[in-house]
Nanobody, 126 residues
Framework: QVQLVESGGGLVQAGGSLRISCAAS????????MGWFRQAPGKEREFVAT????????YYADSVKGRFTIFRDNAKNMLTLQMNSLKPEDTAVYYC???????????????????WGQGTQVTVSS
């Protein structure tokens, strides 16, 4: 089992940057596929980005591709999302997620992640 705690959210102007992090407990962080999701008010939680266990491969939602970067530090049990060129439509609660299962396709669904953090608010003003 792993516990996830997000941090680093806040208020930023459109066009600005923000970095959010997710600290994971336990000694088996490298055995988890890690992902970021977000949920805006009145909307369903949606996939943002994911990285495989080694961190050597990443996958992004089309809406954030080229602007966001996901990376992990397995030695520090840390997952990070660097967000650049932020837009008001990026405003949401951002969630860190983890799973140990092996999928034949890139896991982009909430049902494919067993463990979740409590979320951190990101607000982008226009």
């Amino acid at each position: 089992q792993v516990q996830l705690v997000e941090s680093g959210g806040g208020l930023v102007q459109a066009g600005g940057s923000l970095r959010i992090s997710c600290a994971a407990s336990g000694r088996t962080f490298s055995s988890y596929v890690m992902g970021w999701f977000r949920q805006a008010p009145g909307k369903e939680r949606e996939f943002v980005a994911t990285t495989i266990r080694s961190g050597s491969s990443t996958y992004y939602a089309d809406s954030v591709k080229g602007r966001f970067t996901i990376f992990r530090d397995n030695a520090k049990n840390m997952l990070t999302l660097q967000m650049n060129s932020l837009k008001p439509e990026d405003t949401a609660v951002y969630y860190c997620a983890a799973d140990r299962r092996i999928y034949n396709i890139v896991p982009t669904r909430t049902s494919q992640y067993e463990y979740w953090g409590q979320g951190t608010q990101v607000t982008v003003s226009s």
